[in-house]
């Protein structure tokens, strides 16, 4: 698997802030059906179902609402905490009223929540997991199941047994001719597109080195308050526990490992990382990451995370060749893509560069999905995403054990943070607890386990 070479599809732009977004969201439709199941209506409706009702699965609805090609209407929505639930409704009734039909009996609350969303879709509709990463597995599987088309935010399993459970669900949707898109927005991005284009035609020769840097400000993780339902706090703080999200690294860092090995053409063979904690606002986590990726020809994948405040700050990506190197993203707002011909990346060197502004990937992204449902043509990222998030999880389990990791460790490993994530409720047993002082310790290399 690790031999395999991304397909070339694409992702930019900085993290939705749907309020943000552009008010002129065109087009209506009136929604056909009584009860709380649905199906796909004579007048070219495609129904969405939100599951997890963030930030995230908010933007990626406003999104999927600013696609052309024919009425969209959001008709479900789950999580597992209402007033999350209600806020995401009223921010998106504030962007496309219209576009709305979520009735209180379709707005489902608990861990069961997104069997319900998901009951409530027929063919041709759409689910939208963009809850933590610990529940994608079983709820893409859930949809799949159903033959649900499904658009799944990053990241995507927390640890080896749920990749693999991830992979068979996108083995199954492949074989059902499901579409299914994912949140690597960047894969869709024009500026990466023609730079990786042009890599991959030889421009800067053979790639030997790329460097990807993620180092801003912290994850903040307060103290456990006294008293507090300690499943409830680690859900409401998801990038300080890896069982929750995957952890920072993976959860924040996988789109810039995923863009690495898209211009590489390849899949890291093995991992060997440092990181360490300085403040306590990491949760269980590091708060800072240095990965050092290696592929089956000798070449090297250096990824950096680093979140602390007063510190030098940069989101960017770079590729070095034997003949030249590239800029992949300059900055997170536009990626500003340039191709050098040597390793000294000043003007004078500068052999191209992506003119005008990056299309907006997040709108791009939705875009190809429902054109595919409408259209009915192949279109599913679920293969690649669960390969982006292997070669994300080497790096994390590198970094947290002390060990070098190999792809072929991580895909044979018994290693699980939740036994039964299936059954989990708000009384179950944290799969990790805090100590006296309400803060949670850090991993401890040479002696964690994650392989």
């Not at 489902?108 to 509709?125: M, N, T």
């Not at 947290?400 to 179950?428: N, P």
Request: net charge neutral.
């Amino acid at each position: 698997m690790h031999a395999s070479t991304p397909s070339v599809s694409s992702d930019s732009r900085s993290r939705r802030e749907f309020l943000k977004l552009s008010g002129h969201v065109t087009g209506t439709a009136l929604l056909a059906g009584i009860g709380p199941r649905l199906y796909a209506s004579e007048h070219n409706t495609i129904r969405l179902a939100l599951v997890g009702c963030g930030g995230r699965g908010t933007g990626a609805v406003a999104d999927a609402f600013a696609a052309r090609g024919g009425p969209v209407k959001l008709v479900a929505m789950a999580d597992l905490f209402e007033p999350r639930l209600k806020s995401s409704l009223e921010n998106l009734k504030n962007i496309a009223s219209e576009k709305i039909d979520v009735p209180p009996d379709r707005q489902f609350v608990g861990f069961d929540a997104y069997r319900k969303a998901i009951d409530c879709l027929g063919p041709g509709d759409v689910v939208l997991l963009t809850t933590h990463a610990a529940f994608r597995p079983m709820m893409f599987e859930y949809a799949v199941n159903k033959g649900i088309n499904v658009f799944a935010e990053k990241s995507f399993a927390t640890d080896a047994p749920n990749v693999r459970r991830w992979f068979e669900a996108a083995k199954l949707s492949e074989k059902k001719g499901l579409k299914v898109g994912v949140g690597f927005m960047w894969r869709h991005s024009q500026a990466r597109q023609e730079t990786i284009r042009r890599i991959h035609d030889g421009v800067i020769g053979d790639v030997h080195t790329l460097r990807i840097y993620r180092v801003h400000g912290p994850v903040h993780c307060p103290p456990l308050p006294a008293g507090a339902n300690e499943i409830a706090f680690q859900l409401q703080h998801p990038n300080s526990f890896s069982w929750v999200s995957s952890g920072f690294f993976i959860d924040w860092h996988c789109h810039n490992v995923d863009v690495a090995c898209w211009t590489k053409g390849a899949w890291p063979v093995s991992a060997q990382a440092f990181g360490g904690r300085c403040y306590q606002e990491a949760g269980s986590q590091f708060d800072h990451y240095t990965v050092e990726y290696t592929f089956a020809d000798g070449a090297k994948l250096f990824a950096f995370a680093r979140h602390m405040n007063g510190c030098w700050n940069t989101y960017s990506d770079y590729a070095h060749g034997s003949k030249g190197s590239a800029v992949l993203m300059e900055t997170l707002g536009q990626p500003r893509s340039k191709i050098y011909r040597t390793q000294d990346m000043n003007k004078d060197n500068l052999i191209w560069q992506f003119r005008g502004d990056d299309p907006n990937p997040y709108r791009v992204e939705w875009q190809l999905l429902l054109d595919a449902i409408r259209q009915d043509k192949p279109h599913n990222e679920a293969r690649r995403a669960g390969e982006a998030e292997v070669a994300a999880i080497m790096g994390r389990a590198a970094a947290h054990t002390g060990q070098l990791v190999t792809w072929d460790q991580v895909m044979a490993s018994d290693f699980q943070f939740v036994k039964d994530i299936d059954g989990m409720t708000f009384d179950s047993k944290p799969p990790i607890h805090a100590g006296p002082d309400g803060l949670y310790a850090a991993p401890q290399p040479g002696i964690t386990k994650e392989v």
